[in-house]
Nanobody, 127 residues
Framework: QVQLVESGGGLVQAGGSLRLACEASGRSLSSMTLGWFRQAPGKERSFVAGISSLRGATGYRDSVKGRFIISRDNDKNTVYLQMNSLEPEDTALYYC????????????????????WGQGTQVTVSS
C-alpha cells in the first residue's frame, strides 16, 4: 500500500522560497506519476505541477511556470516542489498525490486519476 507524507510547508514573505517534499513508501516512486495540488479556503483543489514516470515529463499550471520546479529523487523515493518568487496567491494547503503508472502532460492535471493522497502541508505567503 502506497503512503505519501508531505513536509516543508511554512510561513514565508512574498518573494521568498520554500521547498516541499513528498516521501513515498510501499512502492518505487519511479513507477508512478506524482502530482502536487493545492487548495485555498473556499476553493477547489487544483493542479500545481506533476512529473510522470514516462521519461520524467513535467507539467505546470500557468500561474507557477517559471517559478516552481518539480523534481524527484528515486533513490530517496521523494518528489520535491521548489517554489520561488512566492506570491500571496500561492497561499494554500498543498497536497502530494500519486497515479500508479505513467501519464501524459495533459492527463496528469486530472485529480480524479490520483490515489492515494498525502495529508497536506500548509504554505502561507505574507504580503
Amino acid at each position: 500500500q502506497v503512503q505519501l507524507v508531505e513536509s516543508g510547508g511554512g510561513l514565508v514573505q512574498a518573494g521568498g522560497s520554500l521547498r516541499l517534499a513528498c516521501e513515498a513508501s510501499g512502492r518505487s516512486l519511479s513507477s508512478m506519476t506524482l502530482g502536487w495540488f493545492r487548495q485555498a479556503p473556499g476553493k477547489e483543489r487544483s493542479f500545481v505541477a506533476g512529473i510522470s514516470s514516462l521519461r520524467g515529463a513535467t507539467g505546470y499550471r500557468d500561474s507557477v511556470k517559471g517559478r516552481f520546479i518539480i523534481s524527484r529523487d528515486n533513490d530517496k523515493n521523494t518528489v520535491y516542489l521548489q517554489m520561488n518568487s512566492l506570491e500571496p496567491e500561492d497561499t494554500a494547503l498543498y497536497y502530494c498525490a500519486a497515479v500508479m503508472g505513467p501519464t501524459t502532460v495533459q492527463s496528469m492535471r486530472d485529480k480524479r486519476l490520483y490515489r492515494p493522497w498525502g495529508q497536506g502541508t500548509q504554505v502561507t505567503v505574507s504580503s
